[in-house]
């Protein structure tokens, strides 16, 4: 190997160990390793540990919801913050509910995309077929169906905390 390479390589190394580069996916073997993100969106540092990842990205889909959509099979923490945002809009009566379902019902497109409440890609799966307004009104029926005490997880987020319960409800 040329002495050139090896300088390359070095220095490769050192700037994604100084998070001088920016990543958009988990590592390799990771549990969550075929979650990709668009770097347009993610600033996501090389030297961020998994947890400080996926927090890092929630914080951005609590913020912004829509870049949920440059996302490939988002972690159930990040659905999870997109349901905690959209039934917060449900119970405001703001509207834009079911544009974030919308991103849900297209996340789970891939067999990839882990289920954020058990059986949730079974209510996505049967309304295959049906226009996207109907699989989102299906969908929504499914998450009013799901117990209100399932899974809380509470999220410290810049500015708010959040209280997650898997089905979007607080």
């Known amino acids: 190997m040329p002495l050139i390479d090896t300088l390359a390589d070095l220095y490769a190394r050192a700037s994604r160990a100084l998070g001088l580069e920016t990543v958009d996916s988990f590592t390799p073997g990771h549990a969550y390793a075929r979650t990709r993100w668009d770097r347009a969106y993610f600033d996501i540092a090389s030297d961020l540990k998994p947890d400080a990842i996926e927090r890092t990205i929630c914080e951005a889909i609590a913020n912004t919801p829509a870049v949920f959509a440059h996302i490939d099979n988002p972690t159930p923490r990040m659905q999870r913050v997109l349901l905690s945002i959209a039934d917060e809009r449900r119970r405001r009566a703001c509207g834009g509910q079911g544009d ?27 309304s295959d077929g049906l226009e996207i307004g109907e699989r989102v009104r299906q969908l929504s029926v499914f998450l009013r169906s799901v117990p209100p005490d399932f899974d809380v997880i509470d999220a410290d987020l810049p500015g708010r905390t959040l209280r997650l319960v898997q089905g979007g409800r607080r």
Do not use: F, N, W
């Not at 974030?100 to 049967?126: F, N």
């Open 100 to 126: 974030l379902l919308k991103l849900l019902v297209e996340a789970y497109r891939s067999r990839h995309t882990l289920e954020a409440l058990p059986g949730m890609r079974q209510a996505i799966e049967d």
